[in-house]
């Protein structure tokens, strides 16, 4: 292997003219390596490590995997904790905050301290935790690990700081807030139930106080047994047992009765003064059969009582239906009187909650909204109607609506283009919204001054394309188009596609996008192109399908008669100094005639078909199946509106499409591109053809393995399994029999084609697979009139310049180290009237090497990166003048060119999980963090770099995290998040009536001090919980610290760090003197003791 990879760099660097020896023999991985040049570069540099940080910014989306809901009716915000341990917290838009406990235990249950800016988290790994939500980043203050129990229920009374925490084994503690120690005071399971009863009554799923008197705790079991326990007397004011198991329950304001749910789909309804047997029960979807009995009727998860001022109270409750009814989906059931209302969820309910005006339980709650939380949703009912209409949600929440294929991040994009696409997707709005305010009000949130315009794009699997204004880290959807509109829709089961692509056979591969021409480009997982122009009119349009036969295997080009049958391949004799002209024949003759199997995957729309204004498609390109076999995916695309031209590439070879004349200038297989060029001696391919899997696509999946890349199809992944695997064994001299040279990336530009080029002309620079940078020139005519006309004339493949691994990125610099943007057409629109007085012209926008750069003449520089190696070279002497080797033991899987500080880098993900970036043009490295430690396969497939020092990538199947890795953007992050806490004054409590407050006011004051303190309760076993200081206060100073202060507070930070751990080690040594004096003491003691003591007295 290391003699393979040092005949690569031979080859690359000691063609003629080139000046010097291979570049990466000598020099130790990670290293830069300078070369004399022929010409002096001189590039400043203004780009070093400190401007450079790794952080997240900002987590969009619907949290994964949801688990619990906490909502604070005086700062209304909203808490949703997850599977993974994560928990979302929302209010306002803007306000949106992502906490993640270190554990990754699931969370069990959220309580908020209202209008406290806290929030407690309880965990699966039977920790509790407290949140400080007054800063920006919410911090752990305090955890609470339990030892001996399971956490299975908490409840935390409004303005109490004891947290009531029930456990598997039936017992109830009580947790002190502020200290987060537990209380001595304990309710065990024995003493709640009556000693006679002879069953263990099952894990606590209910505790509330008391309306009425908060020093009266109700505790529910979940075999059916109801305790109201007294706090102050230390027991059971009453007991009841129901035969059938609780979910939940909840009281009526004035604390005189409550209701409960339970397994069997019926509600109870018991009353404090009779609580030998439920006053009421009810089973709200069980209908009595022929026979008198009910039917059999799902559990009623959960319930809630809440009364209203002026009307019959409302019963808000999940699930509960007969079971007959099969196939029913998920119901909200809300009961107001005598009206009874289903509502039909798309999802599985995970939780509800009613949110009401009054934080007080004692009085009447008028409840305004339920919040649902669903498996894949989060939706919000309003109660104020009788309809129920659902609140619009200002949170993208359907990011997921079918999963995500890939991902496109621009920043910095023209002005103008967010308020266009906006304008043109609020036409196909969803109406029978509440027309109320969005009830999850709270925090506040400024638009910061770091702000540019910034588009997310997103594919799918169903072939929707969305587009996301995503600027000012929030996310807000502007534009949604169908692909799939374009094509007939398949018959199931019928036909070729279904045979390649059951289930989405539209799925989004790749996006290209130009924001200033606004073209746009799909590839598709049936090997489909869609090219789309922008229009703010609705037309009637005909979409153009070209199809191409891109199935060439090196043993399929074997004899010249062979060639004249399939016209799109260039002779291999062609490859002359002048350009050769490829002269394609009609699409519909492209097929043989014998060949049935020639068809593509899909059908494309034949007829006129009316588009609405916005993107709509004009041509359809498809490769075709071949000898039974079907096409092989498109890995690589490039579109220059500039130019009119759309390059693609597979396994099998290269494409070039003119979309202006709708024509195929070039279909060619990777073998041909070289001609006489070829660095490799390539030995005769086996006949067997490897049919291609097309799994994966759609299944991001979420498994938290280390991926095996080898297998992912990814655009590279043909190549990959062949040119990195590890039990590789090749031949210096020859290319594996089994390897497939793949087009991994296409890039038009202003460049020279071969070295004794004086002026550039465009280029498309082509990559493989296996290190190959193939430089193709053409002649495109430059005249409006006669570009419509005239074809496109493509030279033979100029320079070849070789790499280590597969190619996956080029960019262009000049000589003074500025990007070079490709050319654009300025965007126009095709749609608009025709004005006799001013003839539309096509406006052309050109970056040429040449003309920014009079102080050092001609030429550009040429950044190339691959999976394990990146080179600068020097155009058009193709002289390499840096090189750096990125990685040895992973790979690179994305690689860009961004702008960073007012300068540009090349910024790296790689396999292993880092994130690096390197200056440019010298290739030092600047920044690597391992960021990522397990890399799946969904994080592989949507993890991109733009502009702006941001990045992004797919951290659940549902959510988007945006990252930066530029310092000053984490510098100013705290001024761009929105703050969680604002100060309320709380809410007074009704006034209770002169009377009953002068004669009955003491019966209810209630000191819960005086009962769970230490001073009353004592200390709690130390072996049942374990207290861990959390780093809320630390993380405060940390994120608050930046610039020069930054610096100074981390310094304190370190002192104060360094003080507490003295202070530990002087408490420790303190505690060793004591016991050193007692182990003395006691061994004085003895020996005064046996002094007198005869031997045989022992």
């Known amino acids: 292997m290391k003699k393979f990879r040092k005949v690569l760099d031979g080859l690359t660097t000691s063609s003629p003219g080139g000046t010097m020896g291979s570049p990466s023999c000598g020099s130790a991985a990670g290293t830069p390596t300078a070369a004399p040049t022929p010409r002096e570069i001189d590039v400043q540099e203004t780009l070093v490590s400190e401007n450079f940080q790794l952080c997240k910014t900002v987590r969009h989306g619907f949290p994964y995997q949801p688990t619990a809901l906490a909502f604070d009716p005086v700062q209304k915000i909203l808490a949703i904790g997850s599977r993974s341990g994560g928990v979302r917290i929302l209010g306002r838009p803007g306000v949106d905050c992502f906490c993640q406990h270190e554990s990754g235990a699931a969370v069990l249950q959220l309580q908020f301290l209202i209008n406290e800016g806290a929030l407690v988290t309880a965990c699966a790994d039977d920790t509790l935790h407290l949140w400080n939500l007054r800063q920006r980043r919410p911090a752990v203050l305090h955890s609470l690990k339990f030892n001996r129990e399971r956490i299975t229920f908490c409840h935390l009374p409004f303005q109490s700081k004891w947290l009531y925490v029930g456990t598997e084994r039936g017992n109830t503690h009580i947790v002190n807030i502020e200290s987060f120690i537990l209380s001595g005071y304990v309710i065990m399971w024995n003493k709640a139930i009556e000693l006679s009863t002879k069953t263990h009554p099952g894990p606590v799923v209910h505790l509330s106080d008391s309306p009425k008197d908060e020093g009266k705790l109700l505790i529910g079991f979940e075999s059916g047994t109801v305790v109201q326990w007294d706090l102050r007397v230390k027991k059971a004011d009453f007991r009841i047992y129901y035969d059938e198991a609780i979910h939940s329950v909840g009281w009526h304001h004035e604390g005189k009765q409550f209701m409960c749910s339970h397994s069997d789909g019926s509600l109870t309804m018991w009353n404090l003064r009779n609580t030998t047997k439920p006053f009421q029960v009810t089973f709200p979807h069980g209908k009595i059969q022929k026979d008198g009995r009910k039917e059999s009727c799902k559990p009623i998860l959960k319930v809630e009582y809440k009364t209203c001022r002026n009307s019959e109270p409302f019963i808000i409750f999940s699930g509960g239906l007969s079971y007959d009814k099969a196939g029913r989906r998920p119901t909200l059931t809300i009961m107001h009187g005598k009206a009874i209302t289903v509502l039909e969820m798309d999802y599985p309910i995970v939780e509800f909650m009613a949110l009401c005006e009054t934080p007080y339980n004692n009085e009447v709650q008028e409840p305004y909204a339920v919040v649902v939380l669903l498996e894949k949703d989060l939706i919000v009912v309003d109660l104020t109607q009788s309809n129920f209409p659902v609140f619009e949600n200002p949170y993208p929440m359907d990011i997921h609506e079918s999963p995500v294929t890939c991902t496109a991040y621009f920043a910095e994009c023209p002005p103008d283009i967010i308020p266009i696409l906006y304008s043109i997707g609020a036409k196909h709005k969803k109406t029978g919204y509440s027309q109320k305010e969005w009830p999850i009000a709270g925090g506040t949130w400024t638009l910061g001054s770091h702000t540019y315009p910034e588009i997310i ?642």
């Open 457 to 1098: 794009i997103t594919g799918h699997a169903d072939g929707s394309i969305k587009f996301w204004d995503a600027s000012a880290i929030t996310l807000q959807m502007l534009y949604k188009l169908k692909t799939s509109k374009a094509f007939e829709k398949p018959k199931q089961g019928e036909g070729r596609a279904a045979e390649l692509v059951e289930e989405d056979p539209f799925a989004v591969q790749m996006v290209s996008w130009c924001p200033q021409s606004r073209i746009f480009c799909v590839v598709g997982i049936s090997a489909h192109i869609i090219l789309y122009r922008f229009s703010k009119y609705d037309a009637n349009t005909q979409i153009v399908s070209l199809e191409v036969r891109l199935q060439c295997e090196s043993e399929d080009v074997i004899s010249p008669s062979e060639n004249e049958n399939n016209p799109c391949f260039t002779e291999s004799g062609s490859h002359s100094p002048q350009p050769h002209q490829q002269h394609p024949p009609s699409p519909g003759s492209r097929t043989p005639e014998g060949n049935k199997d020639s068809i593509p995957c899909l059908k494309v729309k034949d007829r006129m078909v009316r588009v609405p204004p916005g993107y709509q498609a004009e041509l359809v390109i498809q490769l075709l199946w071949v000898d039974g076999e079907p096409p092989q995916q498109i890995t690589s695309l490039d579109v220059n509106s500039a130019y009119g031209l759309l390059a693609f590439g597979n396994c099998n070879g290269l494409a070039v499409v003119d979309y202006m004349q709708k024509t195929i200038l070039l279909c060619v297989s990777t073998l041909d591109l070289y001609g006489a060029a070829d660095p490799y001696q390539r030995l005769t391919r086996s006949p067997r053809r490897n049919r291609q899997s097309t799994s994966g696509l759609t299944e991001l999946s979420d498994n938290q393995q280390s991926i095996d890349m080898e297998r992912s199809k990814s655009p590279t992944s043909e190549s990959r399994e062949n040119s990195f695997s590890r039990s590789r064994s090749s031949s210096v001299s020859s290319i594996d029999r089994d390897t497939k040279e793949a087009i991994t990336t296409l890039q038009f530009g202003e460049s020279y084609g071969r070295k004794n080029d004086a002026v550039p002309t465009p280029c498309l620079w082509v990559g493989t697979s296996l290190g190959v940078v193939l430089l193709i020139p053409m002649s495109i005519p430059t005249d409006q009139e006669e570009r419509m006309e005239e074809p496109v004339t493509i030279g033979p493949s100029g320079a070849v310049l070789m790499l280590k691994g597969s190619i996956l990125r080029f960019s262009f610099l000049d000589c003074m180290g500025a990007l070079l943007q490709s050319p654009y057409e300025v965007w126009r629109d095709p749609n608009a009237p025709e004005d006799p007085d001013r003839p539309r012209k096509r406006k052309l926008v050109h970056f040429s090497p040449s003309s920014s750069q009079d102080t050092c003449g001609d030429g550009h520089l040429a950044v190339v990166c691959s999976e394990r190696q990146a080179k600068v070279f020097l155009m058009p002497s193709q002289s390499c003048l840096f090189v750096h080797n990125i990685t040895e033991s992973s790979f690179v899987l994305r690689a860009d060119v961004v702008s960073v500080s007012n300068s540009v880098c090349l910024a790296c993900f790689c396999a292993n999980g880092h994130v690096m970036t390197l200056s440019l043009p010298s290739l030092r490295p600047l920044m690597d963090i391992n960021y990522l430690p397990l890399t799946d396969m969904r994080i592989a497939r949507t993890f991109c770099f733009t502009n702006g020092g941001q990045a992004l990538y797919l951290s659940s199947p549902t959510e988007i995290q945006r990252i930066t890795y530029s310092q000053e953007m984490c510098d100013n992050l705290q001024e761009m998040l929105g703050e969680l806490f604002t100060p309320i004054e709380t809410p007074e409590a009704q006034n209770r009536g002169f009377l009953k407050g002068f004669f009955g006011g003491n019966a209810n004051t209630f000191d819960r001090e005086e009962l769970f303190g230490e001073a009353a309760a004592g200390k709690a076993s130390r072996s049942l919980a374990q207290h861990i200081p959390g780093q809320g206060g630390m993380e405060g100073m940390k994120v608050a610290a930046s610039g020069v202060v930054g610096d100074l507070a981390r310094a304190r930070i370190a002192l104060d760090e360094r003080g507490q751990r003295l202070g530990e080690l002087e408490e420790r040594t303190a505690l060793m003197m004591t016991s050193a004096e007692t182990f003395s003491k006691h061994a004085h003691e003895l020996m005064l003791k046996c002094k007198d003591k005869k031997w045989y007295q022992f």
